[in-house]
């Protein structure tokens, strides 16, 4: 069965740092392109990374950019991400996701159970 | 603000048949990107319900179904069955944000 789980989250305080990571199972993580998704209490998804099979090109969503950091090692069939310079409203539930290969424009086809990081002092 | 709306809530009795609407943007959905449709049960993770506007992974019934036209997609659910209630996601690709944006979320009630 293809798995991902994710782990890592915790609680920090604001302007501290974590890093996540997420391992993969079942399938040949190196040929799929990732990413991370969060969602805050109460709210919806967000995606807020991308890193392509090779690691090349990598995405933000402007929120995160220049504060978190994604990467991979496909020999370890690792996801990370990398989190500085946290802040309260970075709280949320972390998913890793892969994306479908067949499915569209960007469908994700498996999720992670989530990693739960709260920021607060 | 979510880039993709859809209603926070839609319901119906066991039985009957709703839709979800989510609407989109030229940079998404109006780009004809294909929408996806994701279903969260309280404390888990989503789970893919329809791909590529009107596909269903394996093990998804036929009771699920997707549609697309110009900026907006529909998922509707027929037969409803008192565990289809959850939270309903709709997800397409941005062009502007080089990334995937998701719909706020419809949290289905089943009367």
């Known amino acids: 069965e293809d798995q991902l789980v994710e782990s890592g989250g915790g609680l920090v305080q604001p302007g501290g740092s974590l890093r996540l990571s997420c391992a993969a199972s079942?399938?040949?993580?190196?040929?799929?392109?990732m990413v991370w998704v969060r969602q805050a209490p109460g709210k919806g998804l967000e995606w807020i990374s991308y890193i392509s099979s090779s690691s090349s090109p990598i995405y933000y969503t402007d929120s995160v950019r220049g504060r978190f950091s994604i990467s991979r090692d496909n020999a370890k069939n690792s996801l990370y991400l990398q989190m500085d310079r946290l802040r309260v409203n970075d709280t949320a539930v972390y998913y890793c996701?892969?994306?479908?290969f067949g499915w569209g424009d960007y469908g994700l086809d498996v999720w992670g159970q989530g990693t739960t990081v709260t920021v607060s002092s | 603000q979510s880039v993709l709306t859809q209603p926070p809530s839609v319901s119906g009795a066991p039985g009957q048949r709703v839709t979800i609407s989510c609407t989109g943007s030229?940079?998404?959905?109006?780009?004809?990107?294909?929408v996806h449709w994701y279903r969260q049960l309280p404390g888990t993770a989503p789970k893919a319900l329809v791909y590529g506007n009107n596909h269903r992974p394996s093990g998804v019934p036929d009771r699920f179904s997707g549609s697309k036209s110009g900026t907006s997609a529909s998922l509707a659910i027929s037969g409803l069955q008192a565990d289809d209630e959850a939270d309903y996601y709709c997800?397409?690709?941005?062009?502007?944000?080089?990334?995937?944006?998701f719909g706020g979320g419809t949290r289905l009630t089943v009367l």
């Open positions: 997800q397409a690709y941005d062009s502007s944000l080089n990334g995937p944006v």
């Open positions: 030229s940079s998404n959905i109006g780009a004809n990107f294909d």
């Open positions: 079942g399938f040949t993580f190196s040929v799929y392109n």
């Open positions: 996701a892969r994306r479908a």
